[in-house]
C-alpha cells in the first residue's frame, strides 16, 4: 500500500508540475468533492503515522499546492474581503482556540480527536472555499461543474433504488452492501455509509440538473428529465426527515428566486397553505416513521431530541460566552445525564454526539462561536440572492447563485436534526458551492486589480 501511495502522489505531482498554470482549479475542487465522495476511506485508504490518506485528501492537498503556486507566481487575482470572509476567519480562529484552550487530557476518553474534526469538517472546507473563491469561473466551467453533480446524482438515485431493492450486483461500491460498515443499513445509505449525507448530496444534485437543464444539449434533456424524478426519490427512500425537509425548503426557496416578482408572493403563498395541510395530515405518520427499526424505535429517537435541547440548555447556562469547548460535548455532557428533575431520561445520550450542529455549537464554543458561524450561513444566502439577481450578469453566472440557495437551504433543516460537522462530506460540499459562487459574485461588485495580466483573470474571461 505504501508504494501505491507513493506512486500516487508521484503522478499527482508530474501532473501538477506540467499542468499548474492549466488546469480549472473549479473543476479539481469539484472532482475532489464528486470523487471524494464516492471513493471514500471505506474504498481506499493508507495510513501514514496518525493521518489516513484518502483520495478527498490527496485531490484536496494538489488543489491546495497548485493556488498556493498560483499565488507565488502572481496569477491570483486579490479581491475585496467581504464579510462572510470576515465571519469565516472569526469561525476558524474561535473554534481553533476554543480546541486549544480545551484540549483532552490524558484521561479524557474520546471517539474522535477535536482537533482531527477540526481539521476535516472546518479548516479543509475553508481551503475548498479560498481555492473556488479565488478562481475564475466561465460559463463552461459552470456547465462543467453543474454536469458533474448531474452525473453524480444519477449515480447516487440508481444506488438507492439498488439498496432498498435488495439488488446488491448493482450497488458500488461494494462495501456499501456490507452491514457491518457505516450506520442505517437498511435504508438508501451512499458510499457514506450514511442516509442524512444522501440526503444531503441528492437534493443538491437535484438543483444542479434542474440548473443544467437550460444549457444541456437536447439530445441530454431527456436523460436529465429522467434522472431528477430518481434523485427526488432517492431522498424519500433515505427515510430522513431531515432530507425531506431539506428537499422541500430548497424547493420553496428557489421557487422564490426564479419566479417572476409578480407571481412569487401568490405561489408561495399557495405552497405555504399546502405545505401546513400536509404537515398536519402527515404528521403523526412522519414523526414515527418506521424505517430499518421498528416505529418505537423512531419514537425513542424523536424524545432524545428533547433530551439533547435540555442537557444542552444546562450546559450553556453554565457556560454561555465560550462554551465547554470544541469537542468536548462528548464528555462533559457526563455530568448533566444525572439529573433526575425531569420526566423524561437522559441515559441514553452517554454514548452520542450531538445531535444539532447549531445546539453543539452553541454548547462547545458559546454564543460567539454559533453567533459566527451563523453569519457565514446567513452570508451565503444574501450573497446567493444577489448573485441571483445580479443585473447584466450571464445566465451561468446567475444560476451558481440559486445553487447556493438551494444548498444552503438542504443543510439547514438536517443541521437542525444532525450535527453535520461530525460528517465531513457535507461540509466539503457546502463550502465547495459557496466558494465558487461567492468569488463570482465578488468579482461582479469589485473589478479585479489592474495589475493582474490580462491574459489570465480579466473580468471578462472571469464572467463569461
Not at 480545551?102 to 474534526?117: E, M, V
Not at 465560550?322 to 445525564?337: A, E, H, M, N, S
Request: overall charge positive; glycine content about 10%; hydrophobic content about 55%.
Amino acid at each position: 500500500m505504501a508504494i501505491a501511495l507513493l506512486l500516487i502522489a508521484a503522478g499527482l505531482l508530474v501532473w501538477a508540475c506540467l499542468y499548474a498554470d492549466r488546469v480549472s482549479l473549479p473543476l479539481l475542487a469539484a472532482a475532489t468533492v464528486v470523487l471524494g465522495y464516492v471513493f471514500g476511506p471505506e474504498f481506499w485508504g493508507a495510513e501514514v503515522g496518525p493521518v489516513t490518506v484518502t483520495l478527498d485528501r490527496l485531490l484536496l492537498l494538489t488543489a491546495a499546492c497548485l493556488f498556493a503556486w498560483r499565488v507565488w507566481r502572481g496569477r491570483v487575482a486579490g479581491s475585496a474581503v467581504g464579510g462572510i470572509d470576515w465571519a469565516l476567519g472569526l469561525t476558524l480562529l474561535w473554534l481553533t482556540a476554543s480546541a486549544i484552550a480545551y484540549r483532552p487530557g490524558d484521561a479524557d476518553l474520546l471517539p474522535k480527536s477535536p482537533f482531527w474534526r477540526l481539521a476535516v469538517s472546518f479548516w479543509a472546507p475553508a481551503v475548498l472555499f479560498v481555492v473556488t473563491r479565488q478562481s475564475p469561473v466561465d460559463g463552461r466551467t459552470v456547465t462543467a461543474v453543474l454536469a458533474m453533480l448531474t452525473l453524480l446524482g444519477g449515480y447516487l438515485a440508481v444506488t438507492a433504488l439498488a439498496e432498498t431493492a435488495g439488488l446488491w450486483p448493482l450497488v458500488f461500491p461494494r462495501f456499501i452492501a456490507n452491514p457491518e460498515l457505516g450506520m442505517h443499513f437498511g435504508r438508501a445509505r451512499g458510499p457514506a455509509l450514511n442516509s442524512v449525507s444522501l440526503g444531503v448530496y441528492l437534493s443538491v444534485c437535484f438543483w444542479a440538473a434542474w440548473l443544467l437543464l437550460p444549457r444541456c444539449p437536447r439530445l441530454v434533456q431527456p436523460a436529465v428529465f429522467v434522472a431528477m424524478p430518481l434523485m427526488a426519490f432517492g431522498v424519500l427512500l433515505t427515510y430522513t426527515r431531515s432530507t425531506w425537509i431539506g428537499l422541500a425548503a430548497s424547493g420553496v426557496a428557489v421557487l422564490a428566486v426564479q419566479l417572476p416578482r409578480r407571481l412569487r408572493m401568490p405561489v408561495l403563498t399557495g405552497v405555504g397553505v399546502c405545505g401546513v395541510l400536509a404537515g398536519a395530515l402527515l404528521w403523526q405518520s412522519v414523526l414515527y416513521l418506521e424505517r430499518e427499526d421498528s416505529g418505537g424505535v423512531s419514537r425513542h429517537s424523536v424524545q432524545q431530541r428533547t433530551a439533547f435541547a435540555y442537557v444542552s440548555w444546562r450546559m450553556f447556562c453554565d457556560h454561555p460566552l465560550t462554551g465547554v469547548g470544541f469537542g468536548r460535548f462528548y464528555d462533559q455532557k457526563l455530568p448533566y445525564l444525572s439529573d433526575r428533575s425531569q420526566v423524561f431520561e437522559l441515559e441514553s445520550l452517554r454514548e452520542l454526539h450531538h445531535h444539532n450542529t447549531f445546539l453543539g455549537l452553541l454548547v462547545e464554543t458559546g454564543m460567539i462561536g454559533l453567533a459566527a458561524y451563523a453569519a457565514v450561513l446567513g452570508g451565503l444566502l444574501v450573497c446567493g440572492w444577489r448573485l441571483a439577481h445580479a443585473a447584466g450578469a450571464p445566465a451561468a453566472i446567475r444560476s451558481l447563485g440559486v445553487l447556493l440557495i438551494g444548498a444552503v437551504m438542504v443543510y439547514l433543516p438536517s443541521a437542525i436534526f444532525h450535527d453535520l460537522t461530525h460528517v465531513q462530506s457535507d461540509q466539503w460540499l457546502l463550502f465547495f458551492v459557496a466558494g465558487t459562487a461567492v468569488g463570482c459574485e465578488r468579482r461582479l461588485r469589485s473589478p479585479l486589480p489592474a495589475a493582474v495580466p490580462a491574459t489570465v483573470h480579466t473580468r471578462p474571461a472571469a464572467l463569461a
